[in-house]
């Protein structure tokens, strides 16, 4: 199990390594730093703390935590193109309305979440 560890370490150390020899090459670099800095900001101020406080909830708790974190990661993706600013000058390149696939997203993620505690209810009653 050690040794399986170790590898495992090994190699995260050098897809580290390879990432950030493709970061250095990048025009935007600082760019890419700032959105990474902010999507740890977005997990470790936000998203964490919420899961925290829905696993004190009890009953919902696991249908609560399983919508945040879907719902965290969902965000993190989609905070580029939402947070885009203004219209582009060719509409092909981002031609959806994000903001609004987004939010059906989310919508999505928490009616499966009420549908799931509403079935695990229904079980535990049994």
């Not at 050098?14 to 990432?19: K, R």
Request: glycine letters at 10%.
């Amino acid at each position: 199990m050690r040794l399986l560890r170790l590898l495992a370490g090994a190699a995260g150390l050098a897809l580290l390594g390879f990432g950030a020899s493709l970061l250095i090459d990048l025009p935007h670099a600082t760019d890419v730093l700032l959105w990474l800095a902010a999507a740890v900001g977005l997990h470790d101020g936000l998203i964490a703390p919420l899961v925290l406080l829905a696993g004190r909830a009890g009953v919902v708790r696991g249908p609560v935590r399983a919508a945040l974190i879907v719902s965290g990661a969902l965000t993190a993706v989609a905070l580029p193109v939402l947070l885009r600013p203004g219209p582009r000058p060719n509409s092909s390149v981002l031609p959806l309305d994000y903001p609004r696939n987004w939010l059906i997203a989310l919508a999505v993620v928490a009616l499966t979440a009420a549908v799931a505690h509403r079935v695990g209810k229904r079980l535990t009653n049994r």
